[in-house]
């Protein structure tokens, strides 16, 4: 064991000893939400997902998970069509589904859950279709991962992966990637800003390229569904349209291809972007998660020159020292324990061992981050996720409770 990760190891245990008892943990409230239990982005579920993790292992760690998911659990679960992966009975279906599998437990608990996942995603299927026939553009929370059909459709993947409601989110998803019949923009071009700002502040909307907010969300869950066999007519030619799209913005830079994050009606008019060069490499919205987008969509299809520039891409980006700087935290979504999770993920399905080769330097870069940030209970963007990262990094097993699933990472 290296020096680093002996570190990592004792950091995972500090972070995990910090959040043995959700009565004494109140996190720091992010962005001036509300902290809500039933969060998997910041509530007791992400830490539930830590636990789960640990009870695979070490089933001494049973309780404390028990704790952590009767206390997600705890009050009126959100099963409306506001809920999704990170928010409300998916969020805390997925956590069961992990507890489940980790303790043995939890199966009736689990049915019912997966049941009213359902339930939300056939609405939320329905209001999508309804809102492409009227020709109208969508919201981000439609479509993306952190709250839309692609999140949803990432845990039908993969609890269900044969039942109907996998392909009807994916049938929806080629349906999402076809032109818009009034405005010739791509179906996911929406009329508000990143942030949901109103059309009157983001005039003419944007076209989002992130992982967790934009269309690389859909082109990986597509790609994933297909390399398990799974396709539902059109599959291949909404694949297609998102490769193009990325392939018409990419951008070239002396450390390799990068990608913007968002572009604006004026851009697409212009046909050039304001963003001088890569900014924050990050799973969310950087380089990393848009490569591994990539990479999954060049496995599925035998594209072997996406696939290899996809990891070309990577490569160059973490090899960037001042891309490198810009990474200033330990977090999943946008600090180095999101840029570590995806490089160990394109690194397993990579063709030469150039990305694995930095993913000792990349476990460095968490460890001086850990050492010096808060704890907290966040999953996206505290101490839970980094801490499941940081095993990844001192195991190198792929993670027993599948928690990258959420990232759509695997």
């Known amino acids: 064991m290296t ?229 539902v007519p059109g599959h291949l030619d909404a694949i297609a349209r998102i490769c193009q799209w990325l392939d018409d913005w990419q951008q070239d830079h002396p450390a390799g291809p990068w990608w913007p994050r968002t572009i604006t009606l004026d851009e697409v008019r212009a046909a050039r972007f304001d963003q001088a060069g890569p900014l924050q490499p990050s799973w969310c919205y950087g380089t990393p998660g848009i490569a591994r987008s990539q990479q999954l969509a060049g496995l599925a299809t035998g594209d072997h020159t996406r696939r290899r520039a996809a990891e070309t891409a990577l490569l160059g980006c973490i090899t960037d020292p001042t891309q490198l700087a810009r990474v200033d935290g330990p977090t999943l979504c946008h600090g180095s324990a999101g840029i570590l999770q995806t490089t160990w993920r394109v690194a397993r399905d990579a063709e030469t061992d150039d990305l694995t080769a930095e993913l000792p330097g990349l476990a460095d870069l968490l460890r001086e981050h850990l050492q010096t940030a808060p704890h907290s209970t966040e999953l996206l963007e505290g101490s839970a996720g980094a801490a499941l990262a940081a095993l990844t990094a001192v195991t190198s097993d792929v993670p027993h409770s599948g928690w990258d699933v959420c990232m759509l990472l695997a």
């Open 3 to 231: 020096q680093t990760t002996a570190t990592l190891q004792t950091l995972v245990d500090d972070i995990t000893t910090s959040l043995l008892d959700p009565a004494t943990m109140r996190p720091a409230k992010s962005g001036g939400h509300q902290y809500l239990p039933q969060s998997l982005a910041g509530g007791a579920a992400g830490v539930a997902l830590l636990h789960s993790e640990h009870t695979f292992t070490r089933s001494t760690h049973s309780p404390t998970l028990h704790a952590w998911l009767t206390t997600a659990a705890r009050g009126n679960l959100n099963g409306s069509t506001s809920a999704g992966l990170f928010f409300g009975v998916p969020a805390l279906a997925f956590v069961t589904a992990a507890a489940t599998e980790a303790t043995g437990h939890y199966r009736q608990s689990l049915t019912q859950l997966t049941a009213a996942t359902q339930q939300v995603t056939r609405a939320r299927l329905d209001a999508a279709h309804a809102r492409i026939d009227r020709g109208e553009l969508p919201a981000l929370a439609e479509f993306d991962l952190i709250r839309g059909l692609t999140g949803l459709g990432a845990y039908h993947l993969h609890r269900q992966p044969d039942h109907d409601v996998t392909r009807d989110v994916l049938t929806y998803l080629v349906r999402l990637t076809e032109p818009n019949q009034k405005t010739g923009l791509p179906g996911w071009w929406t009329n508000h800003g990143p942030t949901g700002q109103p059309p009157s502040d983001f005039p003419g909307g944007h076209g989002n390229f992130g992982l967790a907010h934009g269309i690389t969300g859909p082109l990986a869950l597509l790609s994933l569904a297909l390399r398990a066999g799974i396709a």
